[in-house]
């Protein structure tokens, strides 16, 4: 083909020479054919086109270059683990989800605390959301403390990683757990709690057996009984006791420092302090309990989705992973019935309610 196109471009150079047509054309075509090649078209004639990175390339477009081969190589290597180490696997990306989960918390925790101090609110003054993320992202940092402790001796993390492995409900924070594990350890932890909600009711009937005035002790001792047998107690019944829970006998200063461990117990709080710290530990925490419910009201149950409705009933004492979320919404419309009829005076009716209307809820399913 070379020859025949050079026997082509001869001939029209000899007939332009006698006039009989244009050379401009023939004469760039045979200086194209008798051009010496230049140096590296061959190479660059066989390399493919997508593998050549020009220099006017942004530095974005390469750094999502790079991040799409890195998602491609992961996803392989992910679906390698599922298939071969599936045990394994569910471990990889729970860690993975949580440790994605804890940094987007972490980013919403510091912008709460950026817009309480811009705007300087307290806690209190928070909406809903925004201060139960707060109160669980302090109690998910005070687990977190020993063990970022522990691993900071040289070569003390993969110890730490072993314990981490062996105890997960002890050493690790929810973000952690796999989905049966949560189950598994909120129904351990709620087993744990409710040991002493006899021991509570017990102490009510032996506090109020007596008491000067008879009225309230029959009603407290009729609401003791009544969940003592398995029945669920009435709002109004409650509220008809309030007085008892403010001052003498039952206010939380006036309580027996064994009503207070108890009570702490209740709410996840170490009965291991002093006595004066127990109490304002107590205090602060069902406090805050209160400031949710009202935040929460402001908001009103109906917004919430059912897994925050199921997390604030846990909260506040029921055992929520065996209740479906109509009857986990139900409990929650009563307790907030109850608890916007309470005062700031009242903080230990309000903690002592956490066992009154959760010990007999729907039992059969606890």
Known sequence: MALSRLGCCRGALRGGLLGVGPVTGPVNCLCRLLRPPEPGFAGRALRHPACC??????????????????????????????????????????????????????????????????????????PYREMERLRQFRRDLIKAIPIGL?????????LVFLLMYLFPRQLLIR??????????????????????????????????????????????QELCNKVQSGSHPEVAKLLAVRSLFSGHPLGLQRLRIWQVKALSRVLFLTPHLPTLFLR??????????????RAMLKLGASELSDE?????????????????????????????????????????????????LSTNYLAAKE
């Open 308 to 356: 925050e409705v199921k997390v604030a009933c846990y909260v506040r004492g029921l055992n929520s992973t065996h209740l479906s979320p109509s009857e986990c919404r139900k409990w929650l419309n009563q307790w907030l019935q109850f608890s916007s009829a309470l005062n700031d005076s009242e903080l230990s009716l309000l903690a002592h309610s956490m066992i009154l």
């Open 175 to 220: 973000h952690f757990w796999t989905p049966k594990q949560q189950s598994e350890f909120l129904n351990i932890y709620h087993g744990m709690r409710r040991e002493v909600y006899p021991e509570i009711i017990d102490g009510l009937v032996q506090v109020t057996r007596f008491l000067a005035d008879q009225q309230l002790r029959n009603q407290m």
């Open 280 to 293: 304002y530990r107590l205090r602060s925490h069902v406090l805050e309990l209160q400031h949710l419910d």
């Open 53 to 126: 990175i020009s220099t006017k390339t942004s530095p974005k477009a390469l750094f999502a270059a790079v991040v799409s081969k890195f998602k491609y190589a992961n996803g392989k290597y992910e679906s390698f683990l599922e298939r071969t180490f599936p045990r394994f696997y569910v471990l990889y990306s729970t860690f993975l989800k949580g440790f994605q989960t804890l940094f987007s918390e972490a980013k919403e925790i510091r912008r709460i605390r950026l817009n309480m101090s811009l705007k300087k609110i307290d806690f209190h003054q928070l």
């Open 150 to 158: 522990l691993a900071l001796p040289p070569f003390a993390n993969y």
